[in-house]
């Protein structure tokens, strides 16, 4: 299981999340079946992106890369996810492997050299590679950067393509000059892609979305930059790998450094059977399904099972944007405001369907949380504790009644058929259902009334809303890990992880002591909601100005 590489040239934001907490929800319900999963990602350190902010801050770029690796290696365990490795696209390792990987594409003819007509600035005397010139989009006539039209159509973009090039950088009219540079010859795979789009697994977004770019007819992929910062390239002077090539190879360096680290086999992924899953971002379909499996399959490499794409984000309504100020960073708009983690990871799987746009906005986050975490699961699961350890103290016995068993059976149904189908919201749903029929079914129930009219039937519905209790700390666990460890502490006396799913229809052992509730979610008051929303509202502003 891998997920694309967070870029090293700024902090994690909400986009960011769209990925890596459902590829996290689903790494953890795989070992929650007792499937064996090795899970890596890393940073993406390469590109001029890294170079442009290099030069903005006035420092190198590998301060840069370091600086922002750090972040997410610490970031990512706060939101609750968790990478057997997480590396780096410019580790030694993915040095090694991208050049190996060149040269058995040169070797195999896949790769060659070719004089090309490029922008150069002549004021900063140098060549303008992808984020160091500005121009029109050949297709729509939008205003572009050099390796995309970011502004309009959102088609990849071979160097020398732009019109009336410009540099992003002191915005001189750019010359062209000649130079050569090496092409990966994606043109000679088109017939293996098709094939290997039938089979591929994962969401219909990454198929279709890679079909409508074969229709549109492939070019062959030019691999070198002229740039210092990057894995040098062997076979060309003063050229290094464009960041696109090295870094998925940066899937396959983090496995062999996880196989390093632990005695595992990385080769049983990348040569051999192991199934290989990516989990992307939409914006990077066209080179997770057409250039990454060309590349491996003309390296000899395995192909991936399945790609799973997410859809866009957007915050308050409108397409996420860092420069026009539509953005939510994780740890200083949320974390540092000491909300919950785990809300958070509920809101991203149960918004909308995977491959559907996300949209975040506080005062919907308000509500999901207000309404759904707090009025509903947590309302069931605080209410049943506190009768039960109030009138009991402990676990009392009981039997299952048909009813209550079969809304665990659908729960965990509706739970597989999510993940089967990589919908994330399917199984938040199924969490919330449940705890919804708890809830009618502990009102209907009355216990605080049977304790006194039939004590055994009290003990028993009391049991059952128990058991329930305990399936949904089992099936919460993979979207909310945090919270369910506090339940357990609750209903069991110590922290559990990775509870197999099979343990929601297991009996409750009864007569374990229960400890003193309390309520595992709090209130986002509304006057935080309009603070939080104030902060976006003035960095539009501001981006404006």
């Known amino acids: 299981m891998t997920c694309g590489l967070p870029y090293a ?4 934001h909400i986009a960011h999340l769209r990925t890596y907490v459902p590829a996290d929800i689903f790494v953890r319900l795989l070992r929650k079946m007792g499937q064996e999963v090795v899970f890596v990602c890393g940073s993406d350190t390469h590109g001029t992106p890294i170079t442009v902010k290099a030069e903005e801050e006035g420092i190198t770029p590998r301060e840069v890369v370091e600086k922002y690796h750090k972040h997410f290696m610490q970031l990512f365990p706060k939101i609750g996810v968790y990478f057997d490795n997480y590396g780096s696209t410019d580790d030694p390792l993915n040095h090694n492997r991208t050049v190996e990987i060149g040269r058995a594409l040169l ?6 050299e070719k004089r090309v007509k490029l922008p150069y600035c002549p004021s900063c005397k140098r060549f303008l590679p992808d984020r160091y010139q500005r121009g029109t989009c050949p297709y729509c006539s939008a205003q572009a950067r050099g390796d995309e039209c970011d502004q309009g159509c ?4 071979e160097p020398g393509e732009l019109i009336d090039p410009r540099c992003a950088i002191c915005g001189s009219k750019a010359e062209v000059r000649e130079a050569s540079h090496f092409f990966f010859k994606l043109t000679a795979f088109e017939d293996f892609l098709r094939e290997f789009l039938k089979k591929l697994d994962g969401t219909d977004n990454a198929r279709n979305y890679a079909l409508q770019w074969i229709e ?3 070019k062959d992929w030019n691999i070198t930059r002229n740039l210092d910062w990057g894995i040098k390239f062997p076979w060309g002077e003063g050229l290094v790998f464009y960041v696109w090539f090295d870094a998925p190879i940066g899937y396959i360096s983090s496995t062999e450094e996880w196989a390093l680290k632990h005695g595992g086999d990385w ?3 990348w040569r051999g059977p192991g199934p290989i899953i990516h989990f992307i971002g939409a914006d990077i ?4 399904c057409l250039f990454w499996p060309s590349m491996l399959k003309g390296a000899g490499y395995s192909l991936p099972y399945a790609v799973v794409a997410s859809g866009m984000v957007k915050v308050e309504g409108k397409i996420f944007s860092k420069s026009r100020g539509y953005v939510v960073w994780v740890e200083e708009d949320y974390l540092e405001k000491g909300l919950d983690p785990d809300a958070l990871r509920y809101y991203i799987a149960s918004y909308t369907g995977h491959t559907r746009d996300l949209d975040f906005s506080w005062s919907t986050y308000g509500e999901k949380v207000n309404n759904e975490l707090v009025a509903t699961l947590g309302n069931f699961i605080y209410r049943t504790l506190l009768f039960a350890k109030r009138n009991y103290g402990y676990i009392v016995e009981g039997g299952i009644e048909p ?3 079969g809304e665990v059976e659908t729960a965990l149904r509706a739970i597989l058929e999510g993940l089967d189908s990589y919908e994330f919201k399917k199984i938040s749903d199924a969490v919330l259902s449940l705890a919804s029929f708890g809830n009618r079914y502990l009102q209907a129930s009355e216990p605080w009334k049977l304790i006194e009219t039939d004590p055994l039937k009290a003990r028993m519905k009391v049991h059952n809303c128990l058991w329930l209790v305990k399936a949904l700390a089992v099936l919460m666990e993979p979207i909310m890990p945090s919270k369910a460890e506090e339940l357990w502490l ?4 110590e922290r559990r992880r990775n509870v197999p799913l099979d343990e929601a229809l297991e009996p409750l052992e009864v007569g374990v002591k229960l400890s003193e509730p309390w309520p595992i979610f709090m209130r986002v008051k509304d006057e935080v909601v309009k603070e939080l929303s104030t902060v976006i509202s003035r960095r539009v502003a501001s981006a404006k100005g």
Do not use: A, S
Not at 9 to 12: A, F, H, L, T, V
């Open 154 to 157: 959102g088609r990849y973009l």
């Open 216 to 218: 549109k007819g492939l």
């Open 285 to 288: 379909i066209y080179h997770h």
């Open 403 to 405: 009813e209550v068993r």
């Open 9 to 12: 040239n700024g902090p994690c």
């Open 267 to 269: 080769e049983y992924f």
């Open 107 to 112: 070797e195999r003819g896949y790769i060659y």
């Open 490 to 493: 609750q209903l069991k006396g």
